[in-house]
Structure formats: structure tokens, C-alpha cells
């Protein structure tokens, strides 16, 4: 069987997204199960795509190609390794939880579908492309709707927060097409395929020492990580729940794959020269996330400061540039995506039920709202690495691997958690314990069909928490040709 | 027949799931599933020491283990001044040896009686069944953590215990003190718990593998130079610190003691904080290959000693007294730990936990029947008729001032022998506390014995009354067992086949005759001012105010949250207005400055742009003009 599974992955949300542009408005319920078929779809590939996929191969898997622009160098041209194809999984169940979490929407249904859908779109081509062309066009194809979801069905603040947003990835995506612009300009090279870079061309070290650091600003912008972060928590927090799960969740990783794909495939020399400032950047954004998630009375806001922590665990385990530091960040952006999407959708519930986040002006929803107050916990738990929980695992690894590069760097590292452990437990204190406030007496707990996409993420959180072996095998080989070369 | 042991870690999780998965009209049934999975795990305890099984059981131990990562293919290179390391994948698995078994026994023992005596004090709250989940959640994370043949298995169970203790003691969400103790519960236990990651971390980078067998083997710590392993057992210290409650991480479990009263019982007396303990001898190896990490141990075992003792004999309120009292005695195993003689802890340890459980239940009753905690109003109340309970409460305070022939005794005397030997100053200390405890002792005793008035009729049914007494007279005998097992009497059976390396303690009348004198002392201290205190109608001598402030230490925690802590959150709040606003809004400013100017061309105007066309003709004239030479 020759069925390009990637290809057909990128289609579901494409197709959905046409059905869903011919669908007359008021028809609310085809929409929403147009959607969830797409989004039903495309998991159903990935996990046959994950089955499909030999870990044992470091070159690129699922490889297609077809001419696009060829005199311009340019052609459609993706595939997976290790490093991409939990991506595309971790993509695909977000995107379907989070349509099942945002059956709510009642405002514009159609047009917040078709911005969804196009977001998804954005976000598997950008994990599947081996094309800096058609990498930046996808990325591009995914900021924008970002905008509208927010501005248009977000809640606190979303004109400031959507504009701010968008503005800083368009700096961040502007620098990284600069720099594709410089590759292709070379002399040898007038193309934009990854590969086709990396075999024919070689860098000096002083060209990678200059060329590396741009490509690492761009997708440290896109990583929100310090000090280029503030988009972040303000961003995620106005953002509609499917929106901020996926963007959260999957976009924000892409940055940090950017780094792993495109500076250190490429400029391997550069990565290892700047390793010691990106190592220092990231540990400087694990305590500063912390510490500014300690004073934040919006949960939201907490959270979005708290997933700056974990982004500059992923960023430190990338600057280790050891084995185990790169499996390490790369199963933490999987967990963490996970966790930041349940984070979220329990936010949703929350925010549309009580119409605020402000942790000082709720209480004692435990006795409403138990249900939820579980699933909290859990994805709290789950945020501060707690064993049993894919977070520990993940973070045992970027550990390991930063002590071994540095050991204070590390140590220091690992004591943000604390403060974590200190801010999550002090909001669900806050939040579900104590005296119940008067006005939330009428509050409903999630439907029961509501919990599936949640369970879905706490099975796939317990999963790879019991068995972190199976996750670092389908990784592993590829990190290691990756770190050889 | 050693496979077994899998049934001691398995039923308790089993009663865990399927209490959870139990619906709503079955709830009742979750008292009886935790109970029938405790009562497996005895029963298997109590198979392996028939003599059958002791045959198998080896000092080096068995293990059952499968591969959980495969990672020995990954190179790296060392820390610094160490060789590179050679990984080893990880394997995770059971482990069972003299030492484990010991251990999984009296938890096996204390969990199966407080089980029993929660359906008495818990059935009819609300939430029952989830109580029921989590005490089988602690008990399973517990036996893990024993049974664990890595120590990064054993850290995973440990913050699982870590986890449990949080949802025990926060278990009614709806007061907020208990939400409060849950918290705190969890933040100090993840903080310390963060410092034996570290060392772990700094185990596994040096050494390559983290198997419990291998790492405490006789060659396994040959060649590591001594910064590295003082380091490391520093950073795993720490996590002992916080989870035996040593001073200054003690806060929690003192709070933890007002929960209900089974959940404080399980807590004081096997797990999370005798899991410090257990850790502590397990990794003794580790511990002992730095003498400043032993002196370290010695010094913080013998403060938190000494200060929890002095604490305890000031306290009003018996839970919080016997708290107290519970840390002074991890106190005094961390001492024998430090003094080289982990086995003797160990033993302490034992006895500790029966007798603990015992008296943390009993004091749970005297609570709940009179409505109050405080000895003074208890003893007012008239406690005398409840003989039986009383009787109990009695027996476990005469174990823990260490009279003979009780458990408290041996183990003590025991400690007492290894500090004498080993450390002569801090043998003062040591004698120091068993005068500290033969005072809160019998402080408690004489108090409570002291009411006069009759006692009401207890409202309980039969058969509940029979059940914790049942469970109570248990907790007793064994206690008074457990304490003559490791004696000279009985040929220090258990301590041999504890450590088949331990020198015996040799009986020695001065030090016994010193012990008795001290005790006799505090008792009739805690006698003249407890009785004439109470004849005379105000209750207690007041207490220093620093006792009263119980040390200041959550005050210091109160300091270092707010005043460092929310400080430099703050500080961070500034920086990241300053990103915001100046590197972020200055631009983005200037822009829009930068938009207004451009603005002002296309205001509408006609006599501006008429202005413009004038000065641009006049300035194209003009630099034509100049260019070719006619304007000169």
C-alpha cells in the first residue's frame, strides 16, 4: 500500500475546511461533526502514521515530493524523522480534543471552525515540511487565524492580547525568512529543500557562528522563551480553549523544533559555540516563568508564565546538545503540550461557567464542581513532573542531560519546581478549597461526554509517564545521527 | 515462593482502582475492599517468615526486575574530575531482602489495624469511600517505595507517598486549615524531595546506574573522590530531612496531626515520615562514605531531637504534643544513623511505629468523644471511666518514655549504647532526651489521669467498639513484642538477621541505671507540676514565648515567601513591565510617532498641499539650476 499518509494527514483539516466554507451558516451541528470528523481522521492516520514508522531508520520517512515552483528551487517536499513524527500525533489529539472542548461556541460557529481548521492545517504542515519555503508559508498560514480566534471569540483583554501576539511571530517568522533568504542566496544553493542544504553545502565556523544565532532568535521568539515571551501568557490566556490548547500545546513547540530541525541539523558548530548563552537564556526563563507565576492573581496568566518554565526546560535541554538532553526536550514538549492542552480545556470550562479567572474571587468549587477540580489536579500534577505522569520522565531527562553539561546550571533549574509545586497547589487552594462563594452556587460540572478528549490526554499523560521507554525509542536513533553529524 | 511479595505491593493498588471505579451505590463497599487488601498484604508478610521462605532469603536480597528504559547505549561524558560514565539501562522491579521485609511487615501491620479502626471512626463521613482510595494509594506507595530494587523507582513511589500524604491531609477540602496542612504537606516534601533528585542525578551521571543492590555493594563507592560523595549525600539528606520532618521542615507533619485521626496515625508512624527513615538505613553505604555527611546527620538528628522534645512539653493540645513528640524520636533515629549504627535506628524505628500508631489513635478517640483536644479540658471532662482507651493511650506513653520491659525501651537503649560508644558528647544529648521524653510522657499521663468527674455513656454500637479495640490491643502487643525481639534475651535475633554484621549491645548497668534515674526524674517532674498545677486551677505554667511561637519556624517561612519570595516575584513584575513597555512598547511607540509625522502630508488641506507643490517646485528649480551652472 503507497498511500502518501502524510499528504492525507495535511487534507483532512484542508477538506474539512472546504466542506465547512460550502456549509450554509445555520447548519451548526453538520459543521461541528465536519470538524470532528477531520480532526477524527487525521488522528486515526497519525496513529497508523506512529505504527508505520520505523524508529530503527534515521533518514527521512513518508518522503513526497512534487514540483511547486522548481526554478525558484522551491517544491513541495515533506517526510518525517524522529525528531517530527510525535509531533504530528501530539498535533493530531490536541486538535481533536480540542474541537470536542470548544462544542460550546455558539458565536459565528462557521467562521470559528474555519479558522481552526485552517490553524490546524498550518500546524501539521509546518511539522511535516522539509521546504524553508513551504515551512514559512505554513507557519504564516497559522499565525493568522491565531488572530482572528483570539480577537473574535477570546475573553479578558483580546484586541491587545491578539495584536501583541501576532506581532511578535510576525518578527519572529520575518527574521527566520531573512535568514532563509541569506541560505538561498549563497553561491551553490538557489533552493529552499532542507536536506538538499544540508548535503551540498558546508558552513565554516565563523558563517555559523553568525548565521545560528539569527535562526535561534527567530524560533526562540516563536518558543516564547525568555525574554521574548511576553506574547505568551497574555496570548494563551485570551485565547478561545481549542485555540489556546493548540496553541500552547503544539505551536509554541515548533520553535524549539526549529531549533533542534533547522540550527543545530544545519549549524551544528554554531549550536555547540552558542550553547552556553542559550543554556543561560533558558534557565534565566525557567526561574523567571516561576517567579512571576507566583504574584498572578489571573489563573490564566499563571498558567501562561508557568509554560514559560517549561519551554525553557525544553530550551535548556536542546543547549545541553547531549543524548539525553535532546530526548529529553523533545518528550517534554510531547508532555508538556499534553499538560498545557488539559490545562487549558479545564480553563475553558472554567471561564465560561464563571465568567472570570481571578483565583482571588473564586473558592470552594470542589463541592460544584468536582469533576473538575480532578482533572485540575491531575493536570497540575502533571505540570510539575509529578512521577507516574509522562512530565517526569521528561524532565528527569533535560536534568540529566543539563547537569551533565553544566551541573549548577542544572541544579538551579530544578529548583524552579518547587515554586511551581508552591503556585499550583496555593490556586487550587484558592480555587476549589474553603468556603463556597454564594455566586457560583448555580455552576455545572462537565457533561459527562465533555471528559472523553480530557481522559483522552490523561491516558495518553499516564501512558507515556508508566512506559517513557516507548516514547524514547522512537526518538532516540534519530537524535543520535542528528548529534553524530 | 518469594514471588509472593508481588501480592504485598499489588493489593493495595488493586483496592485503590477498584475503589474508584466503584459506582455510587456500592460505595459502601470501599471500607471492605480496603480492609480485605490490607489484610492480603499481612498475611502475605506473615507467610514469609515461615520458615520455609527465611531459607530463601538472602542478605544480599532477590530481585524481580524488567528493563523500564533502554538507555546504556548513550554516551556521555563525565562530570568534572570524574571519568565518563557507563550507562546501564534502567531496571525497575522488586527487591526483597531481611532489611525490606522488616519494613513492609510493620507497615503491612499498622496499615491493616488503621484501616480497621477508620471504618470505626470514618464510615459515616462523607466521602468515605475516597478516604478508603487514598489510605490504600499511601499503602501501596509506601510498599513500593520499600520494595523498590532502584532508587529512582524508589523516588517515583516516594513522591507518590509524597502525593497520598497531600490528599490524606487535605482530604475535607471544605475546611481551609486542612487545605492549608495538604499544601504545606506537599511544597516542603516536593522541596526536599528536589534535593534528592539532585543527588540522584549526580549518583547516576558518576556512576552509570542507580540499582540499589549494586550501589550499596561493598566496591560500589571505590575511587569517587570525596567532594563527589559528600556532595550527593548531602542532596539526598535533604530529601530525608523533609520527609522525616527534621528541624526546620518539620511544619508539616505537626499540622498534619489535627487531620482525622487515622490519617495522622498512618502518617507519625510509617508513612511518609518513617520513609526518611527507612531510606536513610537502606542507603546507609552512600551515607557513611562521607564522615561529614554522617556528622551532618548527627548534628540535625540531634537539634530536631532535643527541640522537638522541648516542644512537645509544652504543648496543649495532646495530637500536637505527641507530634512533636513523634519528630524528637525520628530525631533520635537520625541520630543513630549519624553515630554509624543504622540498625539500631532501624530497630527504634520498629518499635516507634507500633507503639505511634497506637497512641495517635487512642488520642484520636479521647478526641473525638470529648470534642476537644486539649489535655487540660479533656482531664476536666473526666477521662477516668474510659478505662479501656484510656488503658491503651497509658500503655503507648509508658513504650515511648522507654520504662523496661516496654517496646521504647530496648530500641532506645540500643541507640543510646551506639552514641555512648561512638560519640560521647552527643551521648548527652541523647540522655538529654530521654529526660525530655520521660517529662512530655508522663506530663500527658498525669494529665489526663488527673480528672475526677464521671464520664458520659458512649453513644457506639458493639461491634465498632469491639473493632477498634481490637485494633488498639493489637498495636499494643506487638509494640511490647517488637521490643523484645531485638533484645539480649532473645539472642538479638532480629537485629542479626537485620544486619548479620551488628555487634551485639552489651548490657550495661551503668547506662541502664543512669536511663532509670533520668526517667524516674522526668516523671516526677511532669508529676509536681502537672498535679499542683492543675490543683490550683490554672492549668499549665505558662511556657516561654519562643516555645509558644513553636520556634518561629513558620514564621521563618511566613518571612521567606513573603519577604524574599514575593519580592523578587515582584522584582520580576517590574522587569517584565520594563520588557513590555520600553524594549517592546518603545518601538512600537516610535512607529506610531514616526505614522502621526506622515500624517501630517495628507491632512486635507488644499492650501498645504499647495504649500508642498510650491517648495518642492522651488526646490527642483533650484537644484537644476545649481547642477548646471546657471546659478552660480
Redesign the interface.
Known sequence: MNLPILSCILLCPTVALALILITPSYRINIIRLLALAASLASLILSTVLMGLFDPQDTAMQFTERLAWLPDMGINYTIGVDGLSVTFVLLAAIVLFCGIICSWAVGFRVKSFFVCLMCLATGIFGVFVSLDLFLFLSFYGIAVLPMYLLTVLWGSERKEYAGMKLVLYLLTGSALLTVGCLILYALPDSGTFDLLHIKDSLSFDRSFQDRIYPLFCLGFIILSACFPFHSWAPDGHAAAPPAAGMLHAGVLTKLGAYGIIRIGIFLFPQGAADWAGVTATLALAGILYGAAMAVRQRDLGLMIGFLNISAMGFVLLGISALNELGLNGALFQMFSHGIVAALLFACIGHLYNQCRTRNIDELGGLSSRVPALCVLFVIAGLAGLCLPGLSGFPAMLFVFWGAVNFHPFIGIAALGSLAVTAYCLFTALQRIFCGPLNPRFSELRDLPPWQFFPRAVLIAALLLFGIFPGVFINWIQPSVRSLLSS | MLMMIWTVLLSPLAAFVVILCLPRRFRILAPAAGIAAALASLCTCGLFFLPDALKHLTEQGTCYVA?????SD????G??GLPAPVLQDIFFGLMLDPLNLAMITVIACVNFFVQLFSFTFMRRTDGCSRYFAFLSLLSFSMTGLVLSSNL?ES???W??TG?AA?LLA?FR??E?T???A??KA??IN??AG?GF??GL??L??GLGHLSLIDLCGPQALANLPAWFLTTTGLCLFLGIMGRSALMPLHVWLTEASEGPAPTAALMHSTVPAAAGIFLLVRLFPIFSASPTVLFFALAAGAVTSVCAAVLACVQPDIRRALSYAAISQLGLMVMAAGAGAPVFGFFHLITYALFMALLFLAAGILTQRHGTADMVQIAQKGVFKQSFVLFFFLFGLVSLAGIPPFGGFFSKDAILHSLSTQHPVFSVAGFVITLLTAFYSFRLFFGLTAGQSPDRESSEPGFTKIISRFALFSLALLSLLSGFAGTPLFGEKLLSWLAPHTHGIPMNPLRWGINSILIACGAAAAYIIVRIGLNRSSPMPSSPGVLQQKLSCNALYAFA?NEI??R???A??H??RL??NRF?GGP?WGLFRLGGLFCKLQNGLLQHYLLVVVVVLFTVTVFFLTAGGILR
Open positions: 528493563r523500564w528504559m533502554d538507555i548513550i554516551a556521555l561524558r562530570l568534572p529512582l523516588f517515583m513511589f513522591e507518590l502525593l497531600y487535605g477540602p471544605e481551609p486542612a487545605a492549608g495538604g499544601r506537599f511544597v516536593r522541596t528536589l533528585l539532585a542525578a549526580l547516576f551521571l515567601i519570595g514575593f523578587l516575584a515582584a520580576c513584575g522587569l517584565e520588557i513590555s517592546v512600537a
